[in-house]
């Protein structure tokens, strides 16, 4: 096994609301290697995004955080504003999902990467604009020096996102947290953006956590995929295991839901996703669970390995074998 | 930019025109002007009353009674007032220049410390500064300038003379009866209320502004982004948050200074500060035509010449907005 750049342990986060407290995320585990391509899947409001925007200290002063997050053996979970600060840009960095409404609109595009640079290294402003004109050739903006002068209104949506992959990459962090990156882009340019992020991942050996709630997305271009749901991971393996036999429930409900060619009719997953206010007991998924029984409505599953797949399904062994690619 | 401003500036000349012409045909329906003459000298000869309507065009056809006051008014034939037989001009400008001055500092001030209070309030929103700040900017709004005018005066002047012998702040004027010569120190002491009053208007409007400006900003996609760079609050405040948040308050302080040259009517009127809202409250009272057409022309240009400064400003600040 390489080595691990992220460990999450036991990551609880936790908001105030006026219908009491809502808790995000309910105890993750998870670990992200030096180099790799992690997709991390699940539905709206399963806590994929809010457990990485913890991890980069983003959230809310009102979100109350519990557990452990090391990067590179620093515990990031209690760290002060200023250990964060410096962590966020350099070692740490992330792609938003809008990337129309990420770029600050009143400043250059040069000047929103030489700023990146600046904060963590000392670079002339001279020197931090060749490098931003550098990286802006990188991910793939033609004329990179006469874009660089230019603001973010005068970009596509597409570009826009490749500029924000530049930001994000300025320093060369460890890790490259990707929140939804191509969800607000069109199919063909979604393609392209992927592939930068893939190729940011080869050659800098940069290892990337993908958000998406998109499997097709994660099946492109994913090493290992972690499946969220209700705030906590269900089941987690490689890209080829988790696709060929998913064992959760959920799992094999996310694939069965996903159209492919020759398929006659798309087979969704019953019911509504739990309100996080007053979550179910016991496992989450048990109310749209054809599967569920007395035991999974009162006992909390944690992962376990099954095969070569981690699971969080008591039921795992019992289940016939997914029958998806039909 | 520079093509933008002239087609602005040849296309005020006309709206000038308009709104001038408009404002004629409102002081004769509104005022009758000869009447007003005939009022103030009743021993007015025939020929006087007829050189009077003669300069300020007061023809019986309005069309041609404007073109012909225009005239007059463009090649400097300005008639005196009907009072006194005052020179308009140099009322006009003196006018101009006390309000220029109450109204430069009035808002220097009061957007300097409305920004502050604005952005502190956003700060930390639902806080308890937040809270001291918005309900203070509150009462600032709801008192008017006549009830907060009598109040000042009453404490830095009635009492204060009867606590310490002396007032602190006089209550009315620019200068003491009969001074003449420029005093800086006397002038300031002077301003000093009429100043404090139109700031504190300005401060709890614009900490208004500044603080939902700010707030709208603080939530946005991008200040995340300036956060996950690592870089500094100040700098994420400063360089990212009011960057953006003061693009629509500068656009609308330039718009309200427009409106100030038009004269601090109700405060200029308690402190008989000698303005463009004192002027003009005289003469209209007195019907006086030949002073009241030049101040309308002041106020209308003025408020022109603003619009374009905001319009230029706006973007000049944003680089969205490219003006063609």
């Known amino acids: 096994m390489a080595e691990k750049v992220l460990e999450i342990r036991d990551l609880h986060v936790t908001f105030d609301t006026p219908s009491g407290p809502l808790e995000a995320v309910r105890g993750i585990d998870l670990d992200v290697e030096a180099g790799e391509l992690l997709g991390v899947v699940g539905e709206s409001g399963s806590g994929k995004s809010v457990s990485f925007l913890a991890t980069m200290g983003l959230l809310p002063a009102r979100a109350r955080v519990t557990g452990s997050v090391l990067l590179a053996g620093e515990q990031l979970i209690g760290a002060s504003a200023k250990q964060m600060r410096s962590v966020r840009g350099r070692l740490l960095s992330m792609i938003f999902q809008d990337p129309l409404s990420a770029l600050n609109p009143v400043h250059r595009i040069g000047n929103q990467i030489s700023e990146m640079l600046r904060s963590h290294q000392s670079l002339s402003s001279r020197d931090a604009d060749k490098?931003?004109?550098?990286?802006?050739?990188?991910?793939?903006?033609?004329?990179?020096s006469d874009r660089a002068r230019q603001y973010p209104h005068e970009f596509s949506g597409g570009m826009r996102q490749r500029v924000v992959i530049a930001i994000a990459i300025a320093n060369n962090p460890k890790v490259l947290i990707a929140d939804e990156p191509t969800t607000a882009l069109d199919v063909t340019v979604q393609a392209q953006i992927l592939e930068v992020i893939e190729r940011v991942q080869e050659r800098f050996g940069t290892a990337v956590v993908l958000i998406t709630h998109d499997l097709g997305v994660i099946a492109r271009v994913a090493d290992r995929v972690n499946v969220m749901y209700a705030g906590r991971n269900v089941e987690q393996g490689t890209i080829d295991n988790l696709f060929d036999h998913p064992s959760h429930p959920y799992t094999r409900g996310l694939l069965a839901s996903l159209p492919r060619p020759g398929k006659q009719r798309l087979?969704?997953?019953?019911?509504?996703?739990?309100?996080?206010?007053?979550?179910?007991k016991g496992c989450a998924f048990h109310p749209r669970c054809e599967f569920a029984t007395d035991v999974c409505k009162s006992e909390l599953p944690s992962l376990v390995s099954y095969g070569d797949l981690q699971t969080a399904c008591i039921r795992a062994k019992e289940l016939p074998k997914a029958v998806i690619l039909t | 930019m520079l093509r933008y401003i002239l087609r602005r500036l040849a296309w005020s000349v006309p709206t000038l025109l308009l709104v001038t012409f408009l404002v004629y045909l409102a002081l004769r329906i509104g005022t009758d002007p000869v009447e007003s003459y005939k009022r103030v000298n009743p021993r007015a000869s025939r020929a006087k009353i007829q050189q009077y309507i003669d300069i300020n065009g007061l023809d019986p056809n309005f069309v041609q009674g404007y073109f012909k006051w225009l005239k007059n008014f463009i090649t400097g034939e300005w008639a005196p007032s009907i009072k006194g037989r005052r020179e308009v001009w140099p009322a006009l400008k003196d006018a101009m220049a006390n309000t220029l001055r109450l109204g430069t500092a009035a808002t220097v001030v009061g957007i300097f410390f409305g920004l502050i209070a604005g952005v502190l309030a956003a700060l930390r929103p639902g806080g308890r500064r937040d809270v001291f700040i918005n309900t203070s900017a509150f009462v600032g709004i709801s008192i008017p300038p006549f009830i907060s005018a009598i109040l000042l005066q009453l404490l830095f002047a009635v009492y204060w003379q009867r606590w310490f012998g002396e007032s602190l702040f006089p209550t009315s004027g620019v200068y003491p009866a009969g001074h003449?010569?420029?005093?800086?120190?006397?002038?300031?002491?002077?301003?000093?209320?009429?100043?404090?009053?139109v700031a504190i208007q300005i401060i709890a409007t614009y900490s208004r502004y500044m603080r939902s400006s700010l707030l709208d900003v603080m939530n946005s996609d991008y200040m995340r982004t300036a956060r996950s760079k690592g870089i500094s609050e100040r700098r994420i405040l400063i360089k990212h948050g009011m960057r953006n948040a003061l693009i629509p308050v500068v656009t609308i302080a330039a718009l309200d200074v427009g409106s100030i040259v038009g004269g601090l009517i109700i405060t200029e009127n308690i402190f008989a500060y000698p303005g463009m809202g004192l002027y003009f409250l005289k003469s209209f009272g007195d019907g006086d035509f030949?002073?009241?057409m030049p101040w309308m022309v002041v106020i209308v240009a003025s408020i022109l010449?603003?619009?374009?400064?905001?319009?230029?400003s706006y973007a000049w600040l944003d680089p969205r907005i490219r003006l063609e």
């Open chain 1, 267 to 280: 087979k969704p997953i019953t019911g509504f996703p739990p309100n996080m206010v007053n979550p179910p």
């Open chain 2, 290 to 292: 030949p002073l009241l």
């Open chain 2, 180 to 197: 003449s010569g420029f005093d800086l120190f006397l002038m300031l002491k002077f301003m000093a209320l009429p100043t404090i009053i």
């Open chain 1, 131 to 144: 490098r931003a004109i550098e990286l802006l050739d990188i991910v793939g903006i033609p004329q990179p």
């Open chain 2, 305 to 312: 010449l603003f619009n374009l400064i905001a319009d230029i």
